[in-house]
């Protein structure tokens, strides 16, 4: 994992953060609930790619 998908990462991060705060005090609830849901996901697809690449890699050390 390189700097720039920690960067990524923690972006995201911060303007989920920023976006929901803002939603929650002008009293969107739910669109803040699912903003929040969104970067999840979001982050998750992109940690997805680097998971498959790990277990690619445990594969190649350990010959199965």
């Not at 969107?28 to 697809?45: C, K």
């Amino acid at each position: 994992m390189d700097i720039t998908m920690v960067l990524k990462i923690a972006g995201t991060g911060l303007l989920i953060a920023v976006a929901y705060q803002i939603l929650t005090k002008s009293g969107r609830d739910e669109q803040a609930m699912l903003l929040s849901l969104t970067g999840v996901i979001f982050v998750l697809m992109i940690l997805v790619s680097e998971i498959g690449d790990l277990f690619g890699e445990i594969r190649t050390i350990f010959g199965i």
